[in-house]
């Protein structure tokens, strides 16, 4: 047990920083289910009661929530329910208890657990992804602590929690060591049987309707995955051709599951065909954001999360060009989609947050990378990632103290947070003093 645990330290120190949080509360974020998260939750509250509309509820429609079709006259809930069906074997007995409420003290506290929980299991996704890749632990480890606390995964795991992003970064991570296994780190001398590859296409529709169901843009992801596994099965040899088929099959059958779902749900509370549970929020495909979801200071993918630099170079420098082809195809796509959506930076929030489930990814590129990397090169992409996650908690901390903007930050403003008179380690220093 303590020679697994000294392997996967950074899931430690994730679960004990975030524990530490969790408990300490280090900003003012009350009740800790709000907002985006309010709506997510409200489906726990559905199934219990048996209903599809969410008109009783005005604390929903205060939060965006839900409005009332004015041909149907019901109040769909535009955010999916994949959130609530995950968590309902948890949430599901604490909200029947709690008098026919939205949420209560009770479900907040759940709620933290839960996505601390989901967050460990990101981060072990992370280190057993890249052992079996043939990755040392120790660069294994380094890489998830660099992207788990220098991407927005460590704040949507504490001050964020009730959101769905940990979440479905938690399914990624679990997607990415199940194709790892099954199709990387698989035996050619252990030929599959029929029931083990029903099995493999049972696992994939589970992880992928699950990933589908809790943000329906995750499908982009569903997408591309699936071609990198198309490759190394190229790469490797026949023998894991079944196992793909099945592992296809059913990712396509949750996916069809997953839209034939939304489609019908929203047919019956809006009374037209549509895909998107939005109702009228729309797609400005001549207005081009693309830019400033990767690089602008108001909500920037890159500016707010620099560690997603530092895993392109380190791909760069390690000729790592399977795995920046992974993370182009995989971020792009999303770029695109969020550069057209008429609320480009997702609202408020810290950082992009549309991109934090590909994390996961990012960890596993950036293992294999400083894996090929010689020891001053490798050493370098170490200190540049330790840079870079101070850079981000200093923003991070300004953000949970109220003095960061939930919209974005100014030029001034994000050099003084990042490295700057309020970075992080001053911060720390000042916090160190005071106690």
Partial sequence: MFA??????????????????????????????????????AWTRAILDRHLSFCEY??????????????????????????????FPVMGPIAALNGGELRSSSEDIASEVLSIIAGAVAVAGMVIAAMLLGVRALVANLAAVAVAFGTGLFHYATFDGSFTHVYSAAVVAVLVVFGVRRL?????????????????????FVLSGLLISIRLTSVLVLAVLPVAAAVVVRARGNFLRPRLVA???????????AVAGQIAYNRFMRGTWTLSSYGD???????????DVLASLEQGFVTWYPVVLVVLLAALLARNWSGLALLVGLTMPLVALYGAWHDWHLGGSFGHRGFVE????????????????????????????????????????????????????????WVRYTVGERSFPVVVSEWVRGQ
């Fill in 184 to 204: 990387v780190a698989a035996s050619v001398d252990r030929p599959d049987d029929r029931r083990s590859t029903l099995r493999d296409g049972l696992v994939a």
């Fill in 281 to 291: 929020e729309p797609f400005l495909i001549d207005r081009f954001k693309q830019l």
């Fill in 247 to 257: 592992m296809l099959v059913g990712a396509g059958a949750a996916t069809a599951v």
């Fill in 358 to 413: 590909l994390a996961p990814v990012f960890a596993v590129v950036l293992s294999v990378s400083l894996d090929r990397l010689d020891r001053g090169w490798r050493a370098a992409a170490i200190v540049a990632c330790g840079i870079a996650i101070v850079m981000t908690l200093g923003l991070m901390a300004g953000y949970w103290s109220g003095d960061v903007s939930f919209y974005g930050v100014e030029n001034d403003e």
């Fill in 4 to 41: 697994v645990l000294a392997r996967h330290w950074a899931v430690l120190l994730f679960v004990g920083v975030a524990t530490a949080v969790a408990v300490n509360h280090p900003y003012e974020n009350e009740p800790v289910i709000r907002s985006d998260g309010l709506g997510y939750h």
């Fill in 58 to 87: 005005p604390e929903l429609a205060a939060v965006g929530a839900t409005t009332r079709d004015r041909n149907t006259h019901r109040c769909p809930n535009k955010y999916a329910p994949g959130l609530a069906l995950l968590r």
